[in-house]
């Protein structure tokens, strides 16, 4: 055994700062939700029909990232189940959950998969079409009589990269059984996601709707509070570092996920340089770490115009849409690409400023009107270290790295 090694797992097996680390994962569901309160309330008593063998309204929740809808979600659902098995219902009524992300569940068939592998229909991975997966699932719900409840996490991304289809089949589906039943809880941070569906979805999805506000300093306090008495033992946080995680969670929208990464990065870096206890220091550290794999992991799942977009923006730093449109064309022709429109790079502006990769800002020039200058918002070095990766954009970048 390296000597080297043994101190690094030693100190992890006999760690001074994590009592159980886990319970500052984003996964990780509570015992209680800190000012979710009203949300818990509205939401239990939308899905409590199901105790009375009844179908549940369809919800759809909204709410910014980091706000408490999937917690909620599953908290309710837990607390649902535990009740039914508490009362003995499952002798009279047959009711089922099942949870799926649609960002990692990103096709129709896997969706179907997941949500019947969930209340326990096996369906094969591969080798069936779409459709006759959907019909197996649907006989299994009616033989069986049972009420399923179907949460669809970030549903917006199933549907802008496959269609609303499914949707329409599961708010059809209701229709066609006749023992079992459905209902759609929806999980989106698009306020207008419903709008962008077809109006026959529309008319039969969103019976009910949850609007989940951002936390504010003080909130995500609260919950870091909570969550450090289970996370981590006694002494082991100085003072200032969780009003820290939360106030830099709060300027970004009223993140607790932010905060609760915040602060279990900050305090595995203060573990993995053998500290006696979590420090401002570290959770400065982790702040700029986070923001590091963050960039990486946005940059490298553009599409290729946006990141051809990106690298005219990093390369010319600040500029006008014309500017960078100008650019943006020199570098297709220099990699034999066809450019996009004009009108078309202004959009993969707009949605690089959205997801926070650039700063696009409208500023007035007197009598010439009003021009939109973006500039590059996060580490330039760090852009062009993931931008290399790509064979196509590696030559472009060569030279001008540094400048």
Do not use: W
């Not at 220099?334 to 990769?357: C, Y």
Request: glycine share 6%; aromatic share 6%; proline share 3%.
């Amino acid at each position: 055994m390296s000597d080297v090694l043994r101190d690094i797992f030693e100190r992890s097996v006999r760690s001074r700062i994590f009592k159980d680390r886990k319970v500052l994962l984003p996964d990780y569901v509570p015992d209680e939700l800190p000012h979710r309160e009203e949300q818990i309330k509205k939401l239990g008593a939308i899905l409590a029909p199901v105790l009375r063998g009844e179908r549940p309204s369809n919800v759809f929740i909204y709410g910014l990232t980091g706000t408490g809808k999937t917690a909620v979600t599953k908290f309710v659902i837990r607390n649902l189940m535990e009740y039914g098995k508490k009362i003995g219902l499952f002798s009279k009524v047959r009711f089922a959950s099942a949870y799926v992300n649609c960002r990692q569940d990103d096709t129709t068939y896997r969706v179907i998969y997941r949500s019947s592998e969930e209340i326990g229909c096996k369906l094969p991975f591969t080798g069936l079409s779409t459709a006759e997966a959907y019909r197996r699932l649907m006989r299994f719900i009616d033989r069986l009589g049972i009420i399923v409840i179907v949460i669809l996490d970030e549903i917006d991304f199933l549907v802008r990269k496959r269609g609303d289809e499914l949707l329409y089949r599961l708010t059809r589906a209701n229709d066609e059984l006749r023992r079992g039943k459905i209902s759609i809880v929806g999980i989106t941070n698009k306020i207008n996601f419903i709008d962008t569906l077809d109006a026959r979805v529309r008319s039969s999805l969103s019976e009910e709707e949850l609007v989940f506000p951002p936390y504010n300093a003080i909130q995500l306090e609260d919950i870091l509070r909570s969550r450090a008495k289970l996370a981590f033992h006694e002494d082991a946080i100085d003072e200032g570092v969780i009003s820290l995680c939360a106030s830099l969670a709060a300027k970004e929208h009223g993140d607790a996920r932010k905060a609760l990464d915040l602060l279990r990065v900050a305090s595995e870096i203060a573990e993995r340089e053998g500290a006696p206890k979590v420090t401002i220091k570290h959770v400065h550290m982790a702040r700029a770490e986070i923001e590091k794999d963050r960039v990486t992991e946005v940059v490298k799942t553009l599409p290729l115009h946006s990141k051809f977009v990106l690298l005219a923006i990093t390369q010319i730093y600040e500029g006008t849409t014309g500017e960078i449109y100008n650019r943006y064309k020199v570098l297709c022709r220099a990699a034999g690409l066809d450019p996009v429109t004009q009108r078309r790079v202004s959009d993969i502006i707009s949605e690089l400023d959205m997801i926070g990769l650039v700063n696009a800002k409208v500023v007035s020039r007197g009598r010439y009107g009003k021009t939109r200058i973006t500039t590059l918002n996060v580490p330039k070095h760090t852009v062009l270290t993931v931008l290399s990766e790509d064979m196509r954009l590696a030559p472009l970048i060569k030279g001008y790295r540094y400048r």
